[in-house]
């Protein structure tokens, strides 16, 4: 039998994030994410009972303790791999005003990613969107290609409190610029910076 190794942290939440990590070890980074996205007792809970819903094919949720906003489903790439570029949807911009009215409601979101299809940074209030959420203490991440960043928006980056970016590549190098259609160089710049 496989001796279950549970992280117990210094706080209880934390120990619970890391049993829940050891039994659902699909994922090592689980329990290291969790508490980030989920930091209070009410959210844990609240997600808690979303999970354990969804695990029971129960239809309906508890509430939703992070959500998932797409800025603008308009991208500055037209990826080989990218569906969505291709569906004929209709583009545009998220409204700020529905942005904020949107977080407002809610006020239980303790953790938001601000990506789906689209590239965040073609959003031109995204990093009011960022510091907006960072105000209402909500951990916020996204998903970028990369490509719009410079070192005047790094900086942007870096003072809208964003917590997490997570660079969408298929690849390096040669393979990465088969696959997006642009220079892999700029790219490795952008992110080392």
């Not at 070890?25 to 290291?32: S, V, Y």
């Not at 029971?56 to 308009?74: D, K, L, V, Y």
């Not at 938001?112 to 990093?127: A, K, N, Q």
Request: hydrophobic fraction near 35%; aromatic fraction near 14%.
């Amino acid at each position: 039998m496989k001796k279950l190794r549970v992280p117990f942290g210094k706080y209880p939440l934390v120990s619970a994030y890391g049993l829940i990590g050891a039994i659902l070890n699909e994922d090592k980074r689980i329990a290291k994410r969790l508490p980030d996205c989920f930091p209070t007792y009410s959210s844990f809970f609240g997600e808690f009972l979303n999970q354990f819903y969804r695990w029971i094919g129960r239809a309906r949720s508890h509430m939703p303790q992070g959500i998932i906003m797409e800025p603008t489903n308009f991208c500055n790439l037209r990826c080989r791999h990218c569906s969505a570029q291709v569906n004929g949807e209709e583009r545009g911009y998220m409204d700020y005003d529905f942005y904020t009215r949107t977080l407002d409601s809610n006020p239980q979101v303790t953790c938001l990613m601000l990506s789906r299809y689209g590239e965040p940074f073609l959003h031109p209030r995204i990093f009011d969107m960022i510091e907006y959420a960072k105000r209402k203490k909500i951990y916020v991440f996204l998903y970028t290609n990369g490509t719009l960043l410079s070192r005047e928006k790094s900086d942007m980056i870096l003072a809208s409190g964003l917590d997490e970016i997570i660079f969408s590549l298929e690849g390096t190098g040669e393979e990465y610029e088969k696959n997006r259609g642009v220079p892999y160089a700029k790219l490795k710049q952008a992110m080392e910076y």
